[in-house]
């Protein structure tokens, strides 16, 4: 570890959703790649979830940009979150390249998030780190409007 490189030099906003109050569906991610990266970590936010709802998220792979052969990454999903002790909470999934199936092409990632029976407030985000190459700055989704430091 090495004390002079700055956050935003080892990490990268690679795709977000951002906070809305998300009706019972799924919403998902774009797919991002992991050629860049060793790890990514997904981050889920709730708000005040509505009644009876819940939230189950998980990560997914795919052979390209566009979604191709898409699945489930195996032990990547949370435990179901449930109004009754949900609202206000975060929660990571936590990814490291060698998950992927790469043997048979996937190095393409997304989130998919659900939210089951009302509307919920939510946010998430799929963050990359340590890069292969260069700062993980230069692979920040164009969303990303300010780096301060």
């Given at each position: ?67 191709a052969g898409a ?64 700062s993980a700055a ?12």
């Amino acid at each position: 570890m090495n004390p002079n490189v700055k956050f935003s030099e080892a990490h990268s906003i690679l795709a977000t959703l951002d906070p809305v109050s998300q009706g019972a569906a799924t919403v998902t991610t774009g797919w991002v790649s992991m050629a860049y990266f060793h790890s990514l970590v997904a981050i889920i936010q709730t708000g005040v979830l509505g009644a009876s709802a819940t939230l189950d998220a998980k990560l997914q792979q795919a052979t390209s940009s566009g979604g191709a052969g898409a699945k489930d990454i195996t032990g990547k999903a949370l435990t179901q979150i449930v109004k009754a002790s949900g609202d206000s909470k975060q929660a990571l999934i936590e990814l490291r390249d060698t998950d992927l199936d790469v043997n048979n092409g996937f190095t393409f990632v997304r989130l998919s998030v659900t939210v089951g029976t009302a509307a919920s407030l939510i946010n998430a985000m799929l963050i990359g780190f340590n890069p292969l190459y260069q700062s993980a700055a230069s692979y920040n989704q164009a969303g990303v409007a300010q780096i301060v430091g």
